[in-house]
């Protein structure tokens, strides 16, 4: 035998792929990725219907006073006051989107594209202040300015961060000064 023969012989072919089994893997791994997805969905609608007994989200006056301040930026959703992993997601409190913020004398009108808008009546603002998270969401110390106002029987937190983080210190000063305002003028 001559030596390129021997070196022939010694070679062999690669390993085949076996493209049934990797196919199988991927189905396997495609169905319990939307597997968990469906139970996340499912978790989300059951919170939602166990927080049904939310009345609805009160909505701006028609004329509702001038500005006070303004803000745009991004809703992080609402919580359980106190409670900062206790999600809201009933009427859309738990969506995350884009938001609007504009403060009057009549409250608090918060404009959401692409989810529910509502509005904070001004007797309704409880307390105002920077914080560093909410659920679904952690960022610096005082990078999110949070509200906490009162509807039905509940206490809810909701978190909103501004494309100029400088203004929180602005908004929590107004908020502070309208709430204890109103307290005030309750009390007499």
């Given amino acids: 035998m001559t030596p390129q023969m021997m070196i022939a012989a ?8 076996d493209w049934a089994a990797r196919v199988g893997w991927l189905v396997g791994l495609a169905l319990f990725v939307a597997l968990l997805y469906w139970l996340m969905r499912e978790g989300w609608k059951w919170r939602g219907t166990l927080q049904g007994d939310l009345p609805e989200l009160p909505t701006a006056p028609s004329e509702p006073g001038p500005v006070r301040l303004e803000l745009t930026g991004r809703y992080h959703g609402s919580t359980t006051a106190g409670q900062w ?32 808008d509502f509005f904070v009546p001004a007797a309704q603002l409880r307390e105002a202040r920077l914080d560093k998270g909410i659920a679904g969401k952690v960022l610096t110390e005082g990078g999110l300015l949070v509200v906490t106002w009162a509807h039905g029987d509940r206490l809810i937190d909701s978190g909103f961060r501004s494309d ?15 709430i204890n305002t109103t307290e005030t003028e309750g009390a007499r």
């Fill in 10 to 17: 010694e070679q062999k072919s690669a390993e085949v792929t």
């Fill in 164 to 178: 100029r983080a400088a203004e929180h210190n602005q908004w929590v000063e107004t908020l502070t000064q309208m």
């Fill in 85 to 116: 992993l206790d999600r809201i997601v009933a009427h859309g409190l738990g969506t995350r989107s884009r938001v609007e913020l504009t403060l009057t004398d009549a409250g608090l009108d918060v404009v959401r594209p692409g989810a529910a």
